[in-house]
């Protein structure tokens, strides 16, 4: 089973040298950018780079990257360069693209997920041709829900990665629905039939992070202000991508769910990296 390391995904561009120097200073093994359009946030390959530059030992990564958003020559070169600046220290997270309008605000074709993830398939063969003469490819994640996602990841990749949320159809933009408990259990058992013997680490992009007495009260909080993602309040207190409890509770979450899932990378957003950071203390080497 493997020792847990713990990663942030930051998405602030003010504050960004701060941000990433107090995330090391925590014990994070791992700083992440997601790959979205919006003001302020940061095009992934040069924070990324930045990151690295003012740290020292974490491992810097795209969480994930959307492939279709690219042609993959320049995608490629933008992975090449990103990994030398980093002396080695990317993690290349792949997607294949789950937000329409943002397809729509850059221009490009919105194509039916098969057609997403045989681009996703087709471009992994191309990157990884582009990049054997430069360093090879870095360390890969690939994160998704779909059968075809996962199958992928199964076959490539060194993490596969799991938020547990989905995109409701039909609903605007940013409405989820909440993977439970059984539903995310499934997903995991899918991968690993595939997988087979190959030793792929498990990353859990986890949604909501709250220290606190009273774990029911938080997950009733979070329920209300988000009620069509989930059944009950029962249903929010098992989602393993969801932590309430005070700091001993979390970290018993955590082994639980490592033991159910094999979650053993876990990823927080920036606004509760230093809320988890006494669970990261108290999980190091463990």
């Known amino acids: 089973?493997?020792?847990?390391?713990?990663?942030?995904?930051?998405?602030?561009?003010?504050?960004?040298?701060?941000?990433?120097?107090?995330?090391?200073?925590?014990?994070?093994?791992?700083?992440?950018?997601?790959?979205?359009?919006?003001?302020?946030?940061?095009?992934?390959?040069?924070?990324?780079?930045?990151?690295?530059?003012?740290t020292e030992r974490v491992r810097v990564g795209t969480?994930?990257?959307?492939?279709?958003?690219?042609?993959?020559?320049?995608?490629?070169?933008?992975?090449?360069?990103?990994?030398q600046l980093t002396d080695g220290r990317l993690e290349l997270g792949l997607g294949s693209g789950h937000m329409k309008h943002e397809f729509d605000e850059a221009g490009l074709p919105w194509r039916k997920a098969a057609d997403r993830i045989s681009y996703l398939t087709e471009g992994l063969a191309e990157l990884?041709?582009?990049?054997?003469?430069?360093?090879?490819?870095?360390?890969?994640l690939i994160a998704g829900n779909s059968d075809g996602v996962l199958r992928l990841a199964a076959e490539q990749a060194d993490i596969v990665g799991f938020a547990g949320l989905r995109q409701e159809r039909g609903r605007p933009p940013g409405t989820f629905a909440l993977d439970n408990a059984d539903v995310l259990a499934e997903r995991v058992g899918y991968f690993r039939a595939l997988a087979g013997n190959?030793?792929?680490?498990?990353?859990?992009?986890?949604?909501?992070?709250?220290?606190?007495?009273?774990?029911?009260?938080?997950?009733?909080?979070?329920?209300?202000?988000t009620e069509r993602s989930a059944a009950s309040i029962e249903e929010v207190l098992e989602a393993p991508q969801l932590l309430f409890g005070t700091v001993d509770e979390v970290v018993a979450q955590l082994v639980a769910r490592r033991e159910r899932y094999g979650f053993s990378y876990i990823t927080v957003f920036e606004p509760t990296m230093e809320t988890f950071a006494p669970v990261v203390a108290e999980l190091r080497g463990r």
């Open 198 to 225: 190959r030793a792929v680490e498990h990353n859990l992009l986890v949604q909501r992070v709250v220290i606190t007495d009273d774990r029911r009260a938080a997950a009733a909080e979070w329920h209300a202000a």
């Open 128 to 140: 990884r041709t582009r990049l054997a003469d430069e360093g090879g490819m870095p360390r890969l």
């Open 63 to 83: 969480l994930v990257s959307n492939v279709p958003f690219y042609n993959l020559a320049l995608f490629a070169r933008d992975v090449a360069t990103t990994n």
């Open 1 to 54: 089973m493997n020792e847990f390391t713990f990663g942030v995904s930051l998405r602030s561009v003010p504050g960004w040298t701060a941000n990433c120097r107090r995330a090391e200073e925590l014990g994070y093994d791992h700083i992440s950018v997601p790959d979205h359009l919006g003001t302020g946030l940061p095009a992934p390959f040069p924070a990324l780079t930045a990151a690295a530059a003012v």
